[in-house]
């Protein structure tokens, strides 16, 4: 069975740059998380889809972010314009059903790195 | 917000057994203990996970007291390889953005 499928694995862009992630989720899995990793730290989510819907982005910097799920399936998470602080790791992660209570299945991340 | 709070770092040595506590005072009824594991560049990776007493699988065995404000992680025999950090996750079905909280985890060395 595939994993979950992110690409880039690597980005570097200067500041003020729009910046672009992909993600495919494991095939059947619903929920489709993102979440940022600052070095050293914890992942932070930043947004929640079941299916096509996006259920929970109440940690997501509407002001710059943005992110999309079509057809339920991939998503891009989106950054425009970039900061120097959005340098991290973007984790996407998919569960069969969704909540704290599933078993996550992450993607290797890209690293994003604004110069 | 479900925060959950683990020792920065812990040593040990191959072969040993290595327990990692994870206090979640403010666990909620309905919140799982789940532990992940991850290593440099990559995504983080399931270990286990429980709701009360213990669970055990093939890589390691999770504890988790009557009152559920804590949960201790216990790898038997370790080895170089698990070398990583290691987070505790508190959360239930349908859990808010807010409380779906990693923390900073714990990184665990393991020596020859």
């Known amino acids: 069975e595939a994993g979950v499928v992110q690409s880039p694995r690597y980005k570097i862009i200067e500041k003020k740059q729009p910046v672009a992630f992909w993600c495919n989720p494991i095939?059947?899995?619903?929920?489709l998380y993102w979440y940022r990793q600052n070095l050293g730290q914890g992942p932070e989510l930043l947004i929640r889809?079941?299916?096509?819907?996006?259920?929970?982005d109440s940690q997501l910097p509407k002001d710059r972010f943005s992110a999309e799920r079509l057809k339920g399936v991939d998503s891009t998470l989106k950054i425009q314009p970039a900061e120097l602080g959005d340098s991290a790791v973007y984790l996407c992660?998919?569960?069969?059903?969704?909540?704290?209570?599933?078993?996550?299945?992450f993607g290797p991340g890209t690293r994003l790195l604004v110069l | 917000l479900a925060k959950t709070t683990q020792p920065i770092s812990m040593d040990s040595y191959e072969g040993q057994e290595v327990n990692i506590t994870c206090s979640h005072n403010?666990?909620?009824?309905?919140?799982?203990i789940t532990w992940y594991q991850q290593f440099p560049s990559q995504g983080p990776r399931f270990i286990i996970q429980?709701?009360?007493t213990k669970v055990t699988n093939e890589v390691a065995s999770l504890f988790i007291p009557a009152d559920r404000k804590s949960s201790t992680l216990s790898l038997p025999r370790v080895s170089l390889s698990d070398t990583a950090v290691y987070y505790c996750?508190?959360?239930?079905?349908?859990?808010?953005?807010?409380?779906?909280?990693f923390g900073s985890g714990t990184r665990l060395s393991i020596r020859p």
């Open positions: 992660a998919s569960s069969p059903r969704g909540g704290g209570g599933e078993t996550q299945y």
């Open positions: 095939s059947g899995h619903n929920t």
């Open positions: 889809y079941e299916n096509e819907e996006a259920v929970d």
């Open positions: 403010n666990i909620a009824t309905n919140d799982y």
């Open positions: 429980g709701y009360k």
């Open positions: 996750l508190v959360g239930g079905l349908r859990s808010s953005a807010s409380k779906i909280i």
